[in-house]
């Protein structure tokens, strides 16, 4: 386990804290005046490859030979030019730091980050740290790499767990949930939803699927599974009969057969490693999912309680009668979906690079 500490003064800028895999919903930005929570479990940090925030530079201005060095293999609207590897921690784990007024940035009910490191040391002002806790962003702090150092603490050690350890261990990720709301004249409410977890992950996952299918229709297992992907996959992909097939895979599962193109398999949340299997499902493709969700898929649980109403405090959930499902079919994250597709190398192929120039308001709208 580390501490992280300044790197002018040393002082010490967190608890003691062990090391995860960056969540897919990092970057993600949710509805409007929506009241997201805390990005990091306590005690945990990830650290994100990709640099975040401003300066920013429009793809015009970048040679493609550098965007490729950078691993973005397709065009996007602009670049962050900031650095990268920023450790992201839950805003609770910090210690020894200040706020900076001045960079509040332009943030509608919170603090958004947008112009740069917004919190500093307590003992000699450097800008270590950038606080992001505004509406509609998930809530957290990002150390900035070149302003801190990790430190090893002695003695103390992180158990990593085997996959078998995880199933038993690891909770779920329910598929909808009550989405809390700022602004209105009755202040906060809620509404059911489908979860914004399952919308990044699925942005992602839809992403490397349309790699997979190497331009061919695919076809995913039906009930939940087919609700998230099938209909996107149908609309990106060429109309006809499917040529390949994806499962759910990982462990505790059946082994794939030889004939599955594709696996949907969990990333082990510690180390952020795909579950890969042996024998010939091995030559299949991983489309990766977080832990959490692919055990619901797997496993999923007959219903959820839901907000209270009437006469019962807002904030109770109740479990009677059963939950109503979201008022509208499931869309994928097409943030989450565009920032992984540019970042896969077949993205170059020209049939994707097609999908890709496509992807306007009109078309897209239906499924993102």
Request: charge should be negative; proline fraction near 11%.
């Amino acid at each position: 386990m580390f501490v992280f500490i300044c790197a002018r003064c040393g002082a010490e800028l967190t608890v003691t804290l062990s090391q995860v895999s960056l969540p897919p919903h990092a970057r993600q930005k949710y509805g409007n005046g929506v009241q997201l929570p805390v990005l990091m479990e306590s005690g945990t940090f990830a650290v994100d490859p990709d640099p975040w925030g401003g300066p920013w530079r429009m793809w015009d201005e970048i040679d493609p030979g550098e965007a490729e060095a950078r691993g973005i293999y397709a065009p996007v609207y602009a670049l962050s030019d900031s650095t990268p590897g920023a450790i992201v921690i839950a805003p609770g784990d910090i210690r020894g730091t200040r706020l900076i007024p001045e960079k509040r940035g332009g943030a509608c009910c919170g603090l958004d980050g947008a112009e740069g490191p917004n919190m500093a040391c307590e003992v000699c002002d450097l800008p270590v740290a950038t606080r992001v806790d505004d509406c509609s962003l998930w809530q957290a702090v990002r150390l900035s790499s070149d302003a801190v150092r990790r430190v090893l603490v002695d003695g103390v050690h992180t158990a990593l767990f085997s996959w078998t350890e995880l199933v038993e261990r690891a909770e779920s990720t329910p598929p909808f949930e009550p989405i809390g709301t700022w602004g209105g004249r009755s202040g906060s409410r809620h509404y059911w939803s489908w979860s914004p977890q399952w919308e990044a992950a699925a942005g992602q996952a839809l992403a490397h699927l349309l790699v997979a299918s190497e331009g061919q229709p695919v076809k995913v297992p039906g009930g939940l599974t087919a609700d998230v992907f099938q209909r996107a996959l149908d609309v990106l992909l060429p109309a006809g009969p499917p040529t390949r097939h994806a499962v759910l895979a990982g462990p505790g599962e059946p082994s794939a057969s030889a004939g599955v193109d594709i696996l949907l398999v969990p990333v082990h949340p510690q180390t952020g490693q795909t579950w890969t299997p042996a024998g010939p499902a091995a030559s299949a493709y991983p489309v990766p999912l977080p832990l959490g969700v692919w055990l619901w898929l797997v496993s999923p649980e007959p219903y959820l309680s839901v907000p209270a109403s009437g006469g019962v405090p807002e904030d109770v959930l109740r479990d009677d009668p059963l939950p109503p499902r979201p008022n509208h079919l499931f869309r994928a994250d097409r943030g989450r979906f565009e920032h992984t597709l540019v970042r896969l190398p077949a993205v170059r192929s020209p049939w994707i690079r097609t999908i890709l120039e496509n992807l306007t308001q009109g078309t897209a709208a239906d499924i993102f």
